[in-house]
């Protein structure tokens, strides 16, 4: 959500005025992310978040606006990509692809209770059922393919320890993907990225989920790993806080009932969403692109969250 391409009010305008929203009031530029170029734009018609896709191609893009419609039309709160007459919600700003979604109510929850932690998990499972019936397709662009090509282009960064874990974990990373229960496993859209900055609250009641630019097609567990890993975690230790994975497991188990095969793989899950993650945080951090708000993430937090994850595995009790 960093800055990379400068928006003027004069394109902001153009947009507004093909998707018939109202006079443009105000329009502020986001910072924080790494991915895309985001702004607050507010309108007559309300207020809405402009994304404008710096890594995404246009051929790409309809799968993660077109789910987000198809949740929001399934009564998940999610941003609501805004269509022009013709019925087309992928636009052009600034010579770039670009969506216009509505902006959620609410905050983040950086210090999140268990109460929290239980509504983001049944949220999960509702936004899993709901995709069920969502008939594009694409695989997660961030899965497996691309850690094992990314791996090789981040090892000349590493210290000797760091590059033995991370070539150690990737190779058992596709032994689990080789198994008959990997094969298993329920498969469906996912969101891939809901940490706590890309889920809204109100108190305790949970107003929406929105950043759905790394979604793909994938493991419904990895999905679930990947918020384990985050919303259930001490975040200078990387250490399993146990109040809160257990609320957040019982509450989506309440909505969706795990697999046996996702029972007996939940641990190596948890290590494969911490190794996506140090992935992609090593490689943003070495290799850094131009913005002019982007503050990459310290790639050292999730090399701990593996690390405890392979040193203390947890099961679904």
Not at 1 to 16: G, H, I
Not at 54 to 81: K, S
Not at 93 to 121: F, I, N
Not at 192 to 217: K, Q
């Amino acid at each position: 959500m960093a800055v990379f391409t400068e928006v003027s009010n004069k394109e902001a305008r153009d947009l507004l005025r093909r998707l018939q929203l109202g006079k443009l009031l105000s329009l502020r530029g986001i910072q924080g992310g790494i991915e895309n170029t985001n702004y607050f734009l507010s309108c007559e018609a309300g207020e809405f978040v402009l994304t404008l896709f710096e890594r995404l191609t246009a051929e790409q893009l309809p799968f993660y606006l077109h789910l987000m419609q198809h949740l929001a039309r399934a009564g998940i709160p999610v941003p609501d990509p805004q269509a022009d007459k013709r019925g087309a919600i992928l636009h052009t700003v600034a010579g770039k692809p670009a969506a216009l979604a509505t902006r959620l109510r609410g905050q983040s929850q950086l210090a999140p209770s268990a109460a929290h932690c239980a509504a983001v998990g049944a949220m999960l499972a509702r936004m899993h059922l709901a995709g069920r019936d969502y008939e594009r397709s694409q695989p997660n662009l961030r899965g497996l393919d691309w850690w094992n090509a990314t791996v090789p282009v981040v090892l000349p960064h590493l210290e000797p320890a760091q590059a033995a874990l991370v070539q150690s974990e990737l190779a058992y990373q596709n032994h689990v993907a080789a198994s008959s229960d990997y094969a298993a496993l329920p498969r469906g859209p996912i969101h891939a990225d809901l940490f706590r900055d890309n889920v809204m609250f109100d108190g305790e009641e949970l107003t929406g989920l929105f950043d759905f630019y790394f979604a793909g097609v994938d493991t419904w567990l990895f999905d679930l790993a990947v918020c384990l890993n985050d919303w259930c975690i001490d975040l200078p230790t990387g250490r399993h806080v146990q109040e809160r994975a257990a609320a957040l497991l019982a509450a989506y188990q309440a909505v969706r009932p795990l697999t046996a095969s996702e029972r007996a793989l939940l641990p190596a899950l948890l290590r494969a969403g911490a190794l996506r993650f140090w992935v992609s945080r090593l490689w943003d951090y070495h290799l850094p692109r131009e913005a002019s708000l982007l503050t990459p993430h310290d790639p050292s937090h999730f090399e701990r969250v593996l690390r405890e994850r392979v040193q203390h595995p947890w099961l679904a009790d």
